[in-house]
């Protein structure tokens, strides 16, 4: 038990998917794992642990942005053993070439994020994803005929921001392919405790022709997004 998590030391397995919103975490339980059970369920940041293809895995909700990531993280990491997390989530567009759908396999992350300039400084840190993870979900991509991209993102504290796309225009200067709001603390706590971390989003709203995708299609994407993720990790314990 840690102070945002009820469950018993051995309750998660070591991979954990990780999705932002609760009810995802459910959805993904309920829908894809075998014997399921719900692990976590404080502040319905909700927990589940089953498994896939025989491999035992679990979903935990972050939340929103880095600083509730960084709490359900750094409890996995430190008291419930993880060692391989898949970030699953969405993303906005930065890039012309990625599409409405796309899926973007985040080699690394930036940040505006106080965090790591704080705990790091005078450096800067460069989170990164764990390329045996990364090349598993290529390859899984490509066998699945999934759109998909490799490159960097970036990781925002904010949403709304009053500056609009040219909040951006740097990054995408340097070819930052998405925003989102949790993986650059992911990886850098995945480096921090010695696991293994991978970043999965699909391309939900474009910032450059401000287009979304209906709810369907994120449901469908969802689905396919979620295989992805499940399949490569399965590749990767076998
Ligand atoms: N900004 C930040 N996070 C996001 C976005 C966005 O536009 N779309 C999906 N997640």
Redesign the pocket.
């Known amino acids: 038990m840690t102070p945002h998590i009820e469950a018993s030391s051995g309750d998660y397995a070591e991979t954990i998917l990780l999705p932002g919103d609760p009810l995802r975490a459910k959805w993904i339980a309920e829908t894809f794992l075998d014997d399921v059970k719900c692990v976590n369920r404080v502040r319905n940041c909700l927990g589940f642990t089953g498994s896939y293809k025989g491999v035992p895995i679990s979903t935990q909700a972050t939340g929103m942005g880095q600083p509730s990531t960084a709490i359900y993280v750094h409890e996995l990491l430190n008291m419930f053993g993880a060692k391989t997390l898949v970030r699953v ?4 567009g930065l890039n012309t070439d990625v599409k409405l759908r796309d899926v973007i396999i985040a080699m690394t992350a930036c940040t505006d994020s106080g965090m790591n300039r704080a705990h790091f400084a005078p450096f800067d840190f460069a989170p990164s994803a764990d390329f045996g993870l990364v090349r598993k979900a290529v390859e899984i991509a490509e066998e699945k005929s999934i759109r998909h991209h490799v490159g960097p993102i970036f990781s ?1 504290d904010v ?1 709304y921001s009053p500056d609009g796309i040219a909040t951006y225009q740097t990054l995408m200067d340097h070819g930052i392919l998405g ?3 949790e993986t650059s603390t992911i990886f850098t706590l995945a480096a921090r405790f010695g696991a293994r971390a991978l970043s999965i989003c699909s391309m ?2 474009c ?1 450059i022709t401000e287009t979304q995708i209906s709810a369907d299609e994120r449901q469908q994407t969802l689905t396919q997004m979620i295989e992805l993720a499940l399949e490569t990790v399965v590749a990767d314990a076998s």
Do not use: K, Q
């Not at 989530?89 to 906005?92: E, H, P, Q, V």
């Open positions: 989530g969405t993303c906005g925002s949403f925003v989102e709001m939900s709203d910032i």
